[in-house]
């Protein structure tokens, strides 16, 4: 079933210990569509200013995605981002960011793009988020990332945003960050607990709903899934080299709504979440194994494939039958 994303189509300056990299394609929403791409249909809707080329347009249009929602604002500037990684890049120092075309952005989406019925909503301010949900209200899943900075100053509409959709996908730490809650289950069922207003429900024209799905991130770690009827959490696909993180944990959301995008008949159930997260796991670990989009414009289902055997069998272990003391 297609997938529309909104978020950030973008020019990326980026320095790591292994090198670095000027003005290169990157956004959330181009790293999720990337991903995502394997799995289903991709509808991308975002800004971009005259100085994006061709060249990266044909980049999402060589993994089928469908562009057509890239609005080109005359004499306006693409989003720029700039940052720098600590030595274990464990650590990010955002450099500099430029709105450009991204200031008064306002989301305008196709026929085709609000009649997707999967939607994600990547990490833009949270009244756009909720205005682009409004526009399609009979969506089957709909997921949503955010940042630090929308925490900090706009909590009031992203948790209306959150209490729109079905899954949140955050890094652990905006987590604990926007409950308050130190601890990261508590946490995620805390978010599990929001539902929208009674009137924003009836406008929508659906029942309460609320998060059903809550994805933290870990980085290096893993990422973890807790649901109302359960948790799982996955390491990371162990590599020995990473070249660059950014756009990692768009390119995992995009291996995870893909994943359940592509399976439009099967209840959300955590079974099928589980395997998601596997998908959005191994997407993520190329990812980082080059700079910016550049492992994953030339990856190949087969290699996807092989890394979700390799990743299920480093992770599953037997029944120990022994007896224990005590
Ligand atoms: P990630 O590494 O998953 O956090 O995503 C990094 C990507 O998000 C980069 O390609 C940036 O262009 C983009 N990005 C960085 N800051 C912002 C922001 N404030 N709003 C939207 N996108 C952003």
């Avoid at 926007?178 to 539902?195: D, F, I, Y």
Wanted: aromatic share 8%; glycine share 10%; with cysteine.
């Amino acid at each position: 079933m297609p997938i529309t994303v909104v978020g950030s189509i973008a020019y990326d300056t980026v320095k790591t210990p292994f090198g670095e990299r000027e003005r290169m394609l990157g956004g959330a929403a181009v790293h999720f569509a990337l991903a995502a791409s394997f799995f289903d249909d991709v509808r991308v809707v975002g800004p971009v200013g005259d100085d994006f080329g061709e060249r990266q347009l044909a980049i999402l249009r060589t993994r089928g995605v469908d562009v057509s929602d890239v609005e080109l604002v005359a004499g306006g500037k693409t989003f720029f981002w700039q940052g720098e990684y600590g030595w274990d890049l464990n650590s990010r120092e955002t450099l500099d960011t430029q709105l450009g075309v991204f200031e008064g952005f306002s989301p305008k989406l196709s026929e085709d793009s609000r009649s997707s019925d999967v939607l994600f909503l990547a990490n833009i301010q949270p009244d756009l988020q909720l205005d682009v949900r409004g526009q399609l209200p009979h969506a089957r899943f709909v997921a949503l990332d955010s940042m630090d900075l929308w925490i900090n100053i706009a909590r009031d509409s992203l948790v209306r945003a959150i209490e729109s959709v079905d899954c949140v996908i955050l890094n652990d730490a905006e987590l604990r960050q926007l409950t308050g809650k130190p601890n990261l289950v508590s946490a995620a069922r805390e978010v599990l607990s929001w539902v929208p207003a009674q009137s924003a429900a009836s406008a929508s024209g659906e029942g309460v709903r609320g998060p059903s799905v809550i994805v933290a991130k870990q980085g290096e770690y893993g990422a973890a899934l807790v649901t109302r009827e359960g948790f799982f959490a996955l390491p990371a696909y162990p590599l020995e080299t990473v070249i660059d993180p950014t756009g990692a944990g768009d390119t995992f959301a995009g291996g995870f709504v893909g994943y359940i995008a592509a399976h439009p008949d099967d209840e959300l159930s955590d079974e099928l979440l589980r395997r998601a997260m596997a998908h959005a796991t191994v997407l993520a670990s190329f990812n980082v194994e080059e700079f910016g989009t550049e492992r994953i414009q030339r990856l190949s289902g087969d290699e996807i494939a092989a890394r979700i055997q390799e990743l299920h069998s480093m992770t599953q272990f037997s029944g120990v039958p022994l007896q224990l003391r005590g």
